[in-house]
Nanobody
Framework: VQVVESGGGLVQPGGSLRLSCVAS????????MYWYRQAPGKERELVAS????????YYSESAKGRFTISRDNAKNTVFLQMNSLKPEDTAAYYC?????????WGQGTQVTVSS
């Protein structure tokens, strides 16, 4: 199982970024996918998740109304569209999947929101 994130970068407050996570080694369409983030000195927190059938999404309070999670099962990819970014969104963002009760993480992609 492997997940690889991309799409992070430096953006000004109010800007947007779209993160991608390409997965392999498992039947992508059968599993919920998760985006987490971890800011320096803070615990890793769940930002958003999407069910395997697209029917259910979850957003943290800080992400609601600004972030959108989506997936393309044909491309084994999950996305996180982030709009109206704030300095407090600065963090490393990680993709996660739980297969056979084990969680798998990518290397993360850094998002920095600063003027």
């Amino acid at each position: 199982v492997q997940v690889v994130e991309s799409g992070g970068g430096l953006v000004q407050p109010g800007g947007s970024l779209r993160l991608s996570c390409v997965a392999s080694g498992f039947t992508f369409s059968a599993y919920p996918m998760y985006w987490y983030r971890q800011a320096p000195g803070k615990e890793r927190e769940l930002v958003a998740s999407i069910s395997s059938s697209f029917s259910t999404t979850y957003y943290s309070e800080s992400a609601k109304g600004r972030f959108t999670i989506s997936r393309d099962n044909a491309k084994n990819t999950v996305f996180l569209q982030m709009n109206s970014l704030k300095p407090e969104d600065t963090a490393a963002y990680y993709c996660n999947v739980k297969v056979n009760a084990r969680g798998y993480w990518g290397q993360g992609t850094q998002v920095t929101v600063s003027s």
